[in-house]
């Protein structure tokens, strides 16, 4: 199984993208869920983490633009942005534990991003 992320793009600044993760086939579920991102010359870095049970976290540069909320019918994680920045420019990561059937073990993968440009 692989986790698919799409989504991204190119905006201008205070514009918005939504990026959407999912599996690339059936699975059980997707369990403690999280963006991240690098940009150029920079190791990758959270940007916001949502637990199985929906309680979600944010680093203080994403605070009030960014929502990430998951869908647990459709095993979905998803991240809101709004009111981009240029410095918001990276490739997005989703990564997440997943099950893959109902008595399995939880495995972790990572997506294989997709690239978010903020420029005027």
């Known amino acids: 199984v692989q986790l698919q992320a799409s989504g991204g793009g190119s905006v201008q600044p205070g514009g918005s993208l939504r990026l959407s993760c999912a599996a690339s086939r059936n699975i059980f579920s997707i369990n403690n869920a999280g963006w991240y991102r690098r940009t150029p010359g920079n190791q990758r870095e959270l940007v916001a983490a949502v637990t199985s049970g929906g309680t979600t976290t944010y680093v203080d540069f994403v605070m009030g633009r960014f929502t990430i909320s998951r869908d647990n019918a459709k095993k979905t994680v998803s991240l809101q942005m709004d009111n981009l920045r240029p410095e918001d420019t990276a490739v997005y990561y989703c990564?997440?534990?997943?099950?893959?059937?109902?008595?399995?073990?939880?495995?972790?993968?990572w997506g294989q991003g997709t690239q978010v440009t903020v420029s005027s």
């Open positions: 990564s997440a534990d997943i099950q893959l059937w109902q008595s399995s073990p939880e495995y972790h993968y």
